[in-house]
């Protein structure tokens, strides 16, 4: 097995903006963090996300990226916001070493599970989640009240 | 305006546990939640949540639950988990009172906003979050991973 997996620290941050850069792209979206924020965030005080990140060799090939959630029905879980693996990398079970990763915090915390989304387009997502035993849930739909419309909101 | 909004305390757990009962019932789901986890996990230690509380004149009217989610990608947000209004207070603006007091924590934590899910059958709330400025995300899906499959995965 080549591939290890290990927490990030915040000697780690630039190469976890670059990964984060990198899935940006991948899935389309527009991004906004800074490496200052991921700093601030992540390593001082009470930490915000937590990154795993996945090695071949020595090699960065991917990385995951969570949160403690809480479910008012369920408790305590972890929400997987993001899994990315390198496309040099992929097919070297680099995906599953993050996840497993995940998974035994989940389980040391007494979690009810980890929650995430994935974007629809995205098939090879889904098998891989299917596979690692993922329900779908067809019944939500995932809204957004953005900061400008927050700030509306209160002055209504 | 009769409808006053106050940050849950300890002693409102009873309370509290007594609204996600209900609002369990209403979204047909089921729960595992206890009074002592609520206890545990919001008031001692770093709290994993955050409730508020809507009052009509003295009389518990509904509730919103928060907890501190990340983006990767634009940093620090604010996750609603539940925003629940009794029927018997409906129509007196106890959710858009609700949903105020949340956008004002967010903004003051210079977050990126508000993220939720919703029930597709519940048109209601549906329309209630449209009208409050809610962005819905239907290129996402929502998945869970359930504590038994971590297990799993973690022994393969």
Redesign the interface.
């Known amino acids: 097995m080549e591939i290890r997996v290990r927490e990030a620290t915040a000697g780690d941050v630039p190469l976890l903006k670059e990964l ?1 850069d990198e ?2 792209v991948f899935e389309r ?5 800074t490496e200052d ?1 991921l700093l601030r ?1 992540g390593f001082h005080g ?1 930490p ?2 937590r990154a795993l990140l996945a090695f071949n060799k020595k090699e960065p090939a991917g990385y995951a ?1 969570v ?10 879980g972890v ?1 997987l ?2 899994l990315y693996v390198r496309p040099a990398f992929r097919g070297k079970n680099a995906a599953i070493a993050l ?2 990763a995940v ?2 915090t ?2 040391e915390n007494d ?11 995205n098939t090879p997502s ?1 098998k891989f ?1 299917a596979r ?16 400008d ?6 002055r209504s």
């Open positions: 984060i899935m940006s979206l527009p991004i906004s963090i924020a965030d009470v915000k996300y990226f949160y403690d959630c809480y479910s008012s029905f369920d408790g305590k929400y916001e993001d996840l497993r998974a035994r989940a389980l979690c009810f599970g980890i929650v995430l989304n994935i974007l629809r387009w889904y989640f690692a035993g993922a329900a779908i849930l067809d019944d939500r739909q995932v809204l957004r009240i953005s900061r419309r927050l700030d509306l909101l209160t």
